[in-house]
């Protein structure tokens, strides 16, 4: 069974920065896309960046190319979200997820895998 464990959400002023990080256990993530969405009080989920563990291609949502870098550490079976220059529309619960394949979508169904949510605040 597939396990994802997120971390490192808070309260930051506009500007700041948090790096997410997604710890996941129960499988060999080679042929795997990870991907980290967020979900706003009312609204869908949404994709924010996705990473293939082989090869690390990388996409981003439009909203925070430039801001946001999203990265992985085989060796700890880790992804992270560097997110920089935060703004408070970033406000909501980060998840991580994870997809049995190594082709980077981004849609929310193509996810097998999803971590219970860190939340982020973004304060103006």
């Known amino acids: 069974q597939v396990q994802l464990v997120e971390s490192g959400g808070g309260l930051v002023q506009a500007g700041g920065s948090l790096r997410l990080s997604c710890a996941a256990s129960?499988?060999?993530?080679?042929?795997?896309?990870m991907g980290w969405f967020h979900q706003a009080p009312g609204k869908e989920r949404e994709f924010v960046a996705a990473?293939?563990?082989?090869?690390?291609?990388?996409y981003y949502a439009d909203s925070v190319k430039g801001r946001f870098t999203i990265s992985r550490d085989n060796a700890k079976n880790t992804v992270y979200l560097q997110m920089n220059s935060l703004k408070p529309e970033d406000t909501a619960v980060y998840y991580c997820?994870?997809?049995?394949?190594?082709?980077?979508?981004?849609?929310?169904?193509?996810?097998?895998?999803w971590g219970q949510g860190t939340q982020v605040t973004v304060s103006s």
């Open positions: 997820a994870a997809r049995v394949s190594v082709v980077v979508v981004t849609t929310t169904t193509a996810y097998d895998y």
């Open positions: 990473i293939s563990w082989i090869g690390g291609n990388t």
């Open positions: 129960g499988r060999t993530f080679s042929s795997y896309t």
